[in-house]
């Protein structure tokens, strides 16, 4: 799973070696005020929209990679057994990661 927190105002995912071979990405940073909406994922491996740019899926497991679709771009990173959130922001795309309760909490918190 990434590592994420939420560090000055920001909500910041690191991916680990092997996410970041799939996400194209080794770090993100996304502020606060730019997420719109946050919802729990029953079924993350379902959510990803579109056609898939880059990345992997083990059925159940793990699915990470980029999707684009109508919607925009959609950065996937999520586990199987673990909680899965969608991230809506503006101007960011969209997120859907596997994050500690915590972080879920804070970032339920700014939206609502």
């Known amino acids: 799973m990434a590592d994420t927190a939420i560090h000055d105002g920001r909500l910041v ?3 680990t070696a092997w996410e970041r071979v799939f996400t194209w990405r080794r770090r993100v940073e996304v502020p606060l005020g730019a997420v719109r909406e946050v919802r729990r994922e029953r079924h993350p491996f379902l959510r990803p929209h579109g056609v898939r740019v880059v990345g ?9 990679g980029i999707w684009r679709g109508r919607g925009g771009r959609q950065l996937v990173a999520v586990r199987g057994g673990m909680t899965a959130v969608w991230i809506r922001t503006e101007g960011h795309g969209e997120f859907l990661v596997s994050l500690p309760e ?5 970032l339920e918190a700014v939206v609502s």
Do not use: R
Not at 102 to 106: E, K, L, P, R, Y
């Open 102 to 106: 915590d972080v879920i909490a804070a």
């Open 13 to 15: 995912i690191e991916f």
């Open 56 to 64: 992997a899926e083990v059925a159940g497991t793990v699915k990470s």
